[in-house]
């Protein structure tokens, strides 16, 4: 009959166990979720040139207003904006001219790619074609040829404002279409939204072109639109 007693007062004593003295340990699950966080931040450091520390206060500044104001801005320009000594504005600064350079050179890379993919499988097919209008080539360079180039992107009214004067007032000029992802489609939709004259294309007093890194090869100030020419060797941005 002790049996059952010692058992009875067993579980007795296992009811009115405190909450805290019932809970179980961590799992090692949670463990490994955070170390595999950790490694990933980690990367990502490494990919932008970064340390952990500087990681991790980009993570606080974007989960700030920064964030709401600019929810895309990159981590360098993040904590560039963010500097908190001239010393570290300068380190930002580097650092995003450097992968700057890396991104244009593969995307430059890439159109050359692209290009060469096209006059190899596709040599007699035209390139951007709005209706009604003539083949035209896409792959041009930005040359000093005393024309005005215009750097725009789509979703962009005030790209849409200034491509509307340079038709008003007549004049020839070259289009580069930044972020179009070497994709004809997107060039045709854009100038069809942006009432691009076909006819002025076909007689190439117009041009629609794939930026591919072009405007950021220019290295000028300033958002887009971007109106330029060529001066005395210069590209400089045009009123």
């Known amino acids: ?6 058992l009875t007062a067993m579980l007795l004593a296992a009811l009115n166990e405190p909450a805290w003295a019932q809970q179980t340990p961590a799992t090692p699950s ?9 490694s990933q931040d980690d990367k990502l450091a490494r990919d932008w040139g970064l340390r952990r520390e500087e990681w991790t206060r980009y993570r606080e500044l974007m989960a700030g207003p920064l964030g709401i104001y ?4 990159d981590p360098l320009s993040a904590l560039g904006t963010e500097a908190r000594s001239d010393e570290e504005r300068r380190r930002y600064a580097e650092l995003q001219v450097q992968a700057e350079a890396r991104r244009v050179e593969k ?11 096209w006059q190899r499988l596709q040599p007699n097919a035209q390139r951007v074609n709005l209706p009604d209008a003539g083949p035209r080539q896409t792959n041009a360079s930005v040359q000093g040829s005393g024309r005005t180039a215009v750097f725009v992107r789509d979703n962009c009214a005030p790209c849409d404002q200034a491509i509307a004067r340079l038709q008003a007032s007549g004049s020839a000029f070259d289009v580069y279409v930044v972020g179009s992802r070497a994709d004809d489609a997107r060039i045709r939709d854009w100038a069809r939204r942006t009432k691009i004259d076909p006819s002025r294309v076909r007689a190439r007093t117009i041009t629609l072109n794939h930026d591919a890194g072009r405007w950021l090869a220019l290295g000028l100030p300033g958002e887009l639109p971007a109106v330029v020419r060529q001066v005395d060797g210069q590209w400089q941005r045009q009123p």
């Open 30 to 38: 949670h463990t490994t979720q955070s170390q595999i966080e950790h």
């Open 70 to 73: 600019s929810p895309n801005l």
């Open 1 to 6: 009959m002790k049996q059952p007693l010692l």
């Open 107 to 117: 995307l430059l890379a890439y159109q050359r790619a692209y290009d060469e993919a």
